[in-house]
């Protein structure tokens, strides 16, 4: 089977090193790809996002299954793109079409398919130019501190958390204003939930499912978890605050009702669903839903996966993902991201990475690298993901902590405290 996979992060690279040991597997492909993924198949310089050229190569090269990375092709509607174009129709996609893809394109929709199959979830108020006075009252009934949401993608920066009612509205005011573009053209107003995140990861063909193993990550730059959100700066699987009674409940409330949800609504969904919960006193409430692996968790909790991933995705395609059961490693895995300096600001790259070849005890899954002749070099803010195996969280952190102190290039930064609050 030759299989296209799209995207260019470290989520990829962990896809594309699970996808590499199928038998089922003949040809790999990966666009546009990273310098680690190179060593697991074919990099193409194609834009995800390009539909028209994935339509090219996929014909030219009798690609017969398109796995989708990021959320933004998924968004745009890449999989309705595929389904009605004759010519390449006959290719399965993994990942939703644009309706399921609102899930996370959209918080509005996203809320209120929670509220439309008592998914719990916190109170919310949506809020357009045309109801601005309503926002701010509903605003004034909420305790401090204030959440608001643009509505869009707006590349995992609009999100607020804000202690200042006065500064909310302030803020409320400026993002309808644009400033998120015409992601904030809708604001979501949200109750705050105090409680402890974790992310829980479903793959389904819209009827049958299979849930893969939980991860915390960690998205602020700075030890203790202060200063700037990030894409993620490391992540763990299992979470030791979610045993079997509490995710019984996330999925007798939260997998269940979403899985039938989308089959209620008429939503074709073949694909991963990505759930952000909040777990609050035991309980879970969902605080997000993405249509994809997210980043770096993929890098956590692929390497737990010992079932075939191709045959999974196969099961996807075919409908059939009832019948297949998950086999997972029960060892503890830890990531460990290496950022370059100055993220998730302004950063330089091009940057020599030294050390790749040291890492004997562990997975190496490149981020933002790119191979410039015969060395690898920085090509983005998350630079390297480190994930190792432990019979213990602590053991498995060990590892991948020592194995950053082997990497080198300059302005390299990591937080040497994931895991710290568990």
């Known amino acids: 089977m030759k299989i296209l996979l799209l995207g260019s992060g470290g989520r990829e690279h962990a896809l594309a090193w699970k996808m590499s040991q199928s038998e089922k597997l003949t040809k790999l492909f990966i666009a546009p790809g990273n310098a680690g993924t190179s060593q697991m198949g074919e990099n193409v310089n194609i834009n995800p996002n390009d539909f028209e050229a994935v339509k090219s190569f996929a014909l030219d090269n009798t690609i017969d299954m398109i796995v989708v990375g990021p959320e933004e092709p998924l968004v745009r509607g890449i999989k309705d793109f595929v389904l009605n174009d004759p010519q390449i129709a006959h290719i399965p996609v993994i990942g939703p079409g644009k309706e399921g893809a609102r899930l996370e394109g959209s918080k509005e929709y996203a809320k209120a398919f929670m509220q439309r199959h008592d998914i719990p979830t916190a109170g919310y108020l949506s809020v357009t130019n045309d109801n601005i006075e309503e926002g701010i009252a509903f605003l004034k009934t909420l305790k ?29 005011k400026a993002m309808l204003a644009g400033k998120f573009g015409d992601a904030g053209n809708t604001v979501v107003i949200e109750e705050f939930l105090k409680g402890i995140e ?67 609504d008429n939503i074709p969904y073949k694909g991963f669903v990505f759930i952000g919960l909040m777990n609050i006193d035991g309980d879970p409430f969902v605080i ?9 968790e993929t890098e956590v909790v692929i390497p737990r996966i010992k ?13 059939n993902l009832r019948t297949k059961t998950l086999d997972i490693d029960e060892r503890s895995a830890t990531t460990v991201m290496l950022v370059s300096g100055g993220y998730p600001e302004a950063y330089e790259k091009g940057k020599v990475i030294s050390g790749l070849d040291l890492i004997t005890n562990g997975l190496v899954f490149h981020a933002g690298t790119a191979q410039k002749d015969e060395e690898v070099v920085t090509n983005g803010g998350r630079v390297i993901a480190l994930t190792s195996y432990g ?13 950053a102190g082997k990497i080198n290039y300059a302005g390299k930064y990591f937080r040497s405290d994931i895991g710290f609050d568990l």
């Open 144 to 172: 401090a501190p204030y959440v608001l949401k643009a509505d869009g993608l707006a590349a995992g920066k609009g999100v607020l958390i804000l202690d200042d009612l006065q500064e909310a509205e302030t803020e409320l």
């Open 198 to 264: 974790l992310s829980v990861f479903v793959l389904t063909d819209g009827h049958g499912y299979v849930v893969f193993p939980e991860a915390k990550d960690y998205k602020r730059i700075g030890e203790g978890d202060t200063g700037l959100n990030t894409g993620g700066m490391g992540a763990i699987s299992p979470v030791p605050f979610a045993g079997d009674e509490f995710m019984k409940k996330v999925h007798d409330r939260v997998v269940v009702p979403t899985v039938e949800g989308l089959a209620k």
């Open 288 to 296: 997000e839903y993405n249509v994809r692996m997210g980043d770096p």
């Open 307 to 319: 079932s075939d991933l191709v045959d999974l995705f196969e099961a996807v395609a075919a409908g």
């Open 391 to 403: 019979a213990t969280k602590e053991e498995a952190l060990k590892q991948s902590f020592e194995n």
